[in-house]
Every structure is written in structure tokens, then in C-alpha cells.
């Protein structure tokens, strides 16, 4: 028989534990001023670690002997020529010899860069005057080498006047109070100026017709 005092399912409220009540999308967090910026740490962003640039490399071995030494020593001394001889191809002050150094010599170089010298010929005229000269050739042969000869000298005579007249008036303009000798000055761009454009050293910084 049952009991009077049995309660009905939809009579039972059933008790909810406090723990499992949350209000939807309501957290309690803590309160904070006005203004307040969370920290890298709180938003869960890290900050990436700079990688150290002034890490030392490793220090190279002591030789293991006085051959390993003198290879060293001999291959420093390549790496150094080499960068010598760059250095000094592409006009760098820090290489240039004696004769090539100072802002003077530059605008020397680049007076005699920036035209066609007769000068560059010179050398391989000679060469054909050499041959064509030589007593095995017929006479008239020989007379046409030495007019090429006579023509060459001339040409060089008059083209380095040119450049010299050149050099001093432009070194004059733009260096008054410069201490360089307008004689070497001149010896200096005749030498270049008989040198083949390919063979300069310092190499030329300026093309063929620019203004100087």
C-alpha cells in the first residue's frame, strides 16, 4: 500500500549546488582603476627574445705546429694583398700609393679619364713602327713606319700640352691654396694619359665625355 506521506516527482524541487551556478557571461574580475592597461603577461603575449649581435665568434685554434703557423701567417698575408690591391683599383685612401693620394691627383685622374688621350695609342704604334722599320722591309714600308712614328711623337707632344693647360687651370680654380708642385701634377697626367684606359690604376670614375 503506499504510503500517504510519499512525495510526488513533480513535487521534488531538486537542490542545486552552489558550485555549479554560473551566470552566463557574467566572471567576476577584480576591480581596476580607470585607464589601466593589462600587461603582456595578463593578454598571454610573450615577448620574443633579442638574438644577441655582439655574440664573439669563436676564437680560431692555436696551431697545432710551426707549419700550420706559417701556412696561416702566409694566407693573412694573401687575404691582405688582395684587399690591398682592391682597395687601391677602386680609389679607396686607404690603399692608394703616395703618388695617387689627395683630392688633387683625383681631379688629375679624372681630367685625363674623361677624353681620348692619343697617348693610348702610343705603345702599340710603336710596336707597328718597330716592326715596320726593321731592314727586311722594303723602303717605302720603312718611310711610312717612321711618318707613323714622327705622327705619334707629335700627337703626344701636343695632347699632353692640352692636358697639362687643362690641369693647371682647373687645380688652380678649385684647389688655390693647394701645396702640390704643377710639375708633378703634369708628369702625373702625362703617365696616366699613355696608359691604356683597361690598365689605370686607380680605375677610372668617370666615362669618356662627362664634365669634370
Not at 703557423?69 to 682592391?86: S, V
Request: charged content about 30%.
Amino acid at each position: 500500500m503506499p504510503s500517504l506521506f510519499r512525495r510526488k516527482p513533480a513535487d521534488v524541487v531538486e537542490d542545486e549546488s552552489p558550485d555549479e551556478v554560473i551566470s552566463s557571461g557574467e566572471e567576476t574580475e577584480p576591480s581596476r582603476p580607470r585607464g589601466y592597461t593589462p600587461s603582456k603577461k595578463e593578454l598571454g603575449v610573450e615577448t620574443p627574445k633579442r638574438v644577441s649581435s655582439n655574440r664573439r665568434r669563436a676564437a680560431e685554434p692555436a696551431p697545432a705546429n710551426r707549419r700550420e703557423a706559417y701556412r696561416r701567417m702566409r694566407e693573412k698575408q694573401r687575404e691582405d694583398r688582395a684587399e690591398a690591391a682592391a682597395g687601391m683599383r677602386a680609389g679607396d685612401e686607404r690603399y692608394l700609393l703616395a703618388r695617387d693620394r689627395g683630392p688633387e691627383r683625383l681631379l688629375v685622374r679624372n681630367i685625363v679619364d674623361s677624353r681620348r688621350t692619343v697617348g693610348t695609342w702610343f705603345f702599340g704604334g710603336a710596336l707597328i713602327v718597330l716592326i715596320g722599320s726593321s731592314a727586311a722591309m722594303p723602303p717605302a714600308v720603312r718611310l711610312v713606319s717612321n711618318l707613323l712614328w714622327a705622327a705619334l711623337a707629335l700627337g703626344v707632344v701636343v695632347d699632353s700640352v692640352l692636358i697639362s693647360r687643362k690641369v693647371k687651370r682647373l687645380v688652380r680654380e678649385r684647389f688655390p691654396k693647394t701645396t702640390q708642385r704643377m710639375g708633378s701634377l703634369y708628369l702625373y697626367a702625362i703617365t696616366r694619359s699613355i696608359t691604356f684606359r683597361r690598365m689605370r690604376t686607380p680605375k677610372p670614375k668617370v666615362q669618356i665625355g662627362d664634365a669634370v
